[in-house]
């Protein structure tokens, strides 16, 4: 089955400066990727996803980025914020899979002031 | 809306007891999961149900059962619960209409399960 390896698994940023997740993926057949972020003691959310026939995409602040060759993908967080801090998962999808996901362990983000 | 609840949100069990917990969402979504967080472990799948009436294992499915019992619910069971299933519960749903379909996966608030 599918196996999502995530890197780094903490994460401490200056306010202002940029934060980059990565995750790898083992089945090549996956093709959809989301993010989820995770405030303490709150629910996952869905932040941003991508498809495996897009290779970036950005959403304010927020871009992922694919490398279906390499088999890994990215978040990209700039210019953080004290409300980026969380725990932010990501997941990938693959085809006759109904919507099943496998999540990666997760990175804790810290932005500090 | 409420999207997608549960209950209970606090559970202490002692080891052998059986308890279900409930899940329901009213978004008309398709398709419903049952993951179980851990520290550095991220969300494993339990079971899911693809639509209504169907029901499938996911990765850790060992000392749990489901039901899909209509369109907006999907409950877990505990028969005999152990220590290792101490862990906090989520339900999700999403719209998911076909193998190849995805769509976003809404949470429930979750429940946090002790097993003494």
């Known amino acids: 089955g599918e196996n999502v390896e995530q890197h780094p698994s903490t994460l401490s940023v200056q306010e202002g400066d940029s934060a980059v997740i990565k995750c790898t993926y083992s089945d090549s057949a996956s093709n959809y990727f989301p993010w989820y972020k995770q405030e303490l003691g709150k629910r996952p959310q869905l932040i941003i996803d991508?498809?495996?026939?897009?290779g970036e995409k950005k959403d304010q602040r927020i871009a992922v980025t694919l490398n279906k060759t390499a088999k890994h993908f990215s978040l990209h967080i700039t210019e953080t914020q004290p409300e980026d801090s969380a725990v932010y998962f990501c997941a990938a999808g693959t085809t006759d899979s109904w919507g099943k996901l496998q999540f990666g362990a997760g990175t804790q983000v810290v932005v500090t002031p | 809306n409420a999207g997608v609840t549960q209950t209970p949100k606090f559970q202490v069990l002692k080891t052998g007891q059986s308890m279900t917990l409930q899940c329901a969402q009213d978004?008309?979504?398709?398709?419903m999961y049952w993951y179980r967080q851990d520290p550095g472990m991220g969300l494993r799948l339990i079971y899911y149900s693809a639509s209504e009436g169907t029901t499938d294992k996911g990765e850790v499915p060992n000392g749990y059962n489901v039901s899909r019992l209509n369109k907006r619910e999907f409950s877990l069971r505990l028969e005999s619960a152990a220590p290792s299933q101490t862990s906090v519960y989520f339900c999700?749903?999403?719209?998911?209409?076909?193998?190849?379909?995805?769509?976003?996966?809404?949470f429930g608030p979750g429940t946090r399960l002790t097993v003494l």
């Open positions: 999700a749903s999403s719209r998911t209409s076909g193998p190849s379909s995805y769509n976003e996966q809404f």
């Open positions: 991508i498809r495996s026939n897009v």
């Open positions: 978004m008309n979504h398709n398709s």
